[in-house]
């Protein structure tokens, strides 16, 4: 598949390199324009190449990996048709990660009554979002191999459908990917600062490969 991404950094080169190891294309755009990702695309090589804001829509999936405070930005006035759109953000208020800016954070999402992800999927109409990858930090999947451990990644969504497409496709890269619902049910366990955000290596299943 083609899998697109909206943003270039920690997140979307980490994802990259896993989608390009289990065979798939990867598009990478950011806010300033294919000619400034030449570097990131060197780095990822080949199967990845630099794409416009609206190019990223020719992906069968996107990734949408910029910090909160651009997703809706990187989201808005684009022609949503039916992509699957993953959310792989984190409602951080702010630069504050600590645990005081995460609860800062959570006390906000708490005021407007949804989850981030079901925000987000107001701002972009005509995608089929599913929330999922923002519950793991990237320095704990930096093993590319094809042994690597099956770390945990959580999906949720309210597309049965596209949320059983981002399942497969990221347990083909080699990770274990856990249904967790509805985008407002699953939030309310993976999103930033719940009780399945940033969970620990306790969380790596070993499975045997079969027979
Ligand atoms: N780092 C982690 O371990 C981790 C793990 C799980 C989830 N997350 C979440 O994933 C998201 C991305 O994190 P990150 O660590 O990858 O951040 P990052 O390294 O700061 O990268 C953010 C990227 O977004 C791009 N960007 C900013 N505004 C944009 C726009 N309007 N349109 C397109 N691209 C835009 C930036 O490029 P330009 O400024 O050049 O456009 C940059 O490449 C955050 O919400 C974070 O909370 C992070």
Known sequence: MRIGFIGAGNVARTIARHMLASGHEVLISNSRGPETLTDVIAELGEGASAVTRDEILGADIVVLAVRWGDAENAVRGLKWDGQILIDATNAHVGTDISLEGVTKSREELAKSGRTSSEILSAWAPGARLVKSISNMPMAWISDFSKTKPRTVLFASGDDAEAK??????????????????????GGAMHEVGAPLSGVELHFVQRMREPE
């Open 164 to 185: 059983r497409v981002v399942i497969d496709l990221l347990n083909d890269a080699g990770f274990a990917a856990l249904d967790l619902g509805s985008l407002a049910a």
